[in-house]
């Protein structure tokens, strides 16, 4: 009798050890179907936690470390699975052996576990990622009862395009702000552009490009050196080879295959890095940047007092595509300056025509412009284009019939002193001559009529005389 109870008390543990196994670790029944259009991401599914039938509970799995079971239990809301998925990102996790890489041709496929807690990681990013935003959590048994999760990963996806920067370079520091410059200056920027890619993900293009905004001399960009560095500014690679793009159609037939569908027409000129600067161990990473330095200068049609800007792109393609970079614009402007001929009585224009001026900087003796004529409205303008600071103004020569006005006049231009689009001007002042430049009645009249009267009175003094020597 007591062999037989304690035959079936082992077939009774050996059921309910049987029929604890499936609860426990459930067939591969549930379905997890993913898509995504983005290349080049490898997808990793961990099992965070198993699930008991009899309990209803979620157990943490073996080989899980960094999480504890009151985040597991507590996971219920959005908010609070959310929090599972941070701290999943960071923990040790049990792999199920189960990952899938997105790819060109493939966007979606599908994966079957058993019942519990996945979490869906990205282990592997393509070259254009900087991370991801959101991870997902998968839970099965589902509440609604269904056995198939649909996880889209595009939206999880943080591309985080590299930046492009630029700035311009006075006297070896970078500056952002606004500036100025005139006709004679030499502008030099300096673009920066985040290195993209992986050592198995090789660039195979990589383009920093310039439009040229108006009022720049699209003639005139001369790249004075192109190297690698960190972000911190420590020189990697002094010269860079490159090959410049000099003209638009160039970048844009480049640009016509982009993926975004973004455009970089109106650009001017580009920086190509050779393909075997490409292949640089050093070359990949978040470290990195390809810093482009080069000069231009004013166009004779640069715009008064208005913006001129200059803004950069990059063009860069790897394994995973083709793309368009945004950079940064930074602004310049430029002022004028004239001068105004009126009479100092009547205050009016002096129309002659025949005025002239010289312009010089603020110490009054280095000549930017020379003898410039007043026109029909009394005006002289300087075609020179200045950068925002003081000048100095003199007449060098006077209109007919008034006195040269020697005095330096000094004017400042800037933000603060302009006239708009028009030149600034400064307004100098004659006075009428005291005697006529050519001839006239004047004192002639005076000279003749004292003249007629010394001779009147010499011929009277001749009779008088005569008269006296005949009376003797």
């Known amino acids: 009798m007591k062999t037989v109870k304690r035959i079936f008390a082992v077939a009774v543990a050996v059921l309910l050890i049987a029929m604890m196994i499936p609860s426990a670790f459930a067939a591969e029944e549930n379905t997890i179907n993913w898509t995504c259009a983005k290349p080049g ?27 504890t079971q009151d985040q597991i239990n507590n996971a219920v809301t959005e908010a609070q699975m959310a929090d599972l998925a941070n701290a999943c990102k960071d923990a040790t996790l049990a792999t ?37 935003t959101k991870q997902s959590i998968v839970v099965f048994p589902q509440k609604n009862g269904t056995k198939t999760v649909n996880v889209p990963l595009d ?5 985080g395009q590299p930046k492009v920067y630029k700035d311009f370079l006075i006297n070896g520091t970078e500056v952002d702000s606004e500036q100025t410059f005139g006709s004679d200056d030499t502008i030099t920027y300096i673009l920066k552009a985040d290195v993209v890619g992986t050592k198995d ?9 310039d439009k040229m905004g108006e009022g720049l001399d699209t003639d ?28 638009a159609s160039e970048i844009n037939r480049a640009a016509a295959t982009t993926v975004d569908g973004s455009s970089t027409t109106g650009n001017t000129f580009g920086v190509s890095i050779n393909k075997e600067e490409l292949d640089l161990n ?38 995973s595509g083709f793309y368009v970079v945004p950079g940064e614009t930074v602004i310049l402007k430029t002022y004028q300056i004239a001068a105004k001929k009126v009479d100092a009585n009547t205050k009016a224009p002096i129309t002659t025509q025949d005025a002239e001026f010289t ?87 005076f000279t003749i009529a004292g003249g007629s009267l010394v001779l009147l009175a010499a ?10 020597s005949s009376a003797k």
Request: proline share 4%.
């Open 155 to 159: 939206d999880k996806i943080d591309e």
């Open 359 to 445: 312009l010089y900087k603020a110490d009054g003796t280095t000549v930017i412009e020379a003898d410039v004529k007043t026109d029909e409205n009394g005006i002289a303008t300087f075609k020179t284009r200045l950068a925002a600071g003081t000048y100095v103004v003199k007449e060098t020569k006077a209109p007919a019939g008034y006195n040269l006005n020697s005095k330096p006049q000094q004017i400042t231009v800037g933000p603060s002193n302009n006239n708009g689009t028009n030149p600034v001007i400064v307004t100098v002042q004659d006075t009428p001559a005291k005697l006529p430049s050519t001839g006239g009645n004047g004192t002639m009249v």
């Open 41 to 67: 991401y490898t997808f990793t599914v961990f099992k965070v936690a198993d699930y008991n039938a009899t309990t209803g509970a979620y157990p943490i799995a073996t080989g899980v470390s960094g999480i």
């Open 459 to 468: 011929a009277l003094f001749i009779i008088v005389m005569k008269k006296r």
């Open 282 to 319: 050093t070359f990949y990473g978040d470290d990195y940047q390809v810093v482009v330095v080069f000069n231009t200068k004013l166009a004779s049609s640069a715009k008064i007092n208005t913006e001129i800007p200059n803004d950069d792109d990059m063009i860069y393609q790897n394994g």
């Open 220 to 247: 005139v960009h001369n790249v004075t050196s192109v190297s690698l560095k960190t972000k911190d500014g420590t020189t990697v690679k002094e010269k860079l080879g490159y090959t410049p793009t000099t003209t």
């Open 96 to 132: 199920t052996g189960k990952f899938f890489t997105t790819s060109v041709d493939v966007d979606h496929g599908s994966i079957n576990v058993n019942d519990g807690i996945y979490f869906i990681k990205c282990t592997q990013e393509a070259g254009t990622s900087k991370g991801i």
């Open 201 to 209: 993900n090789k660039l195979e293009k990589f383009v920093i490009t």
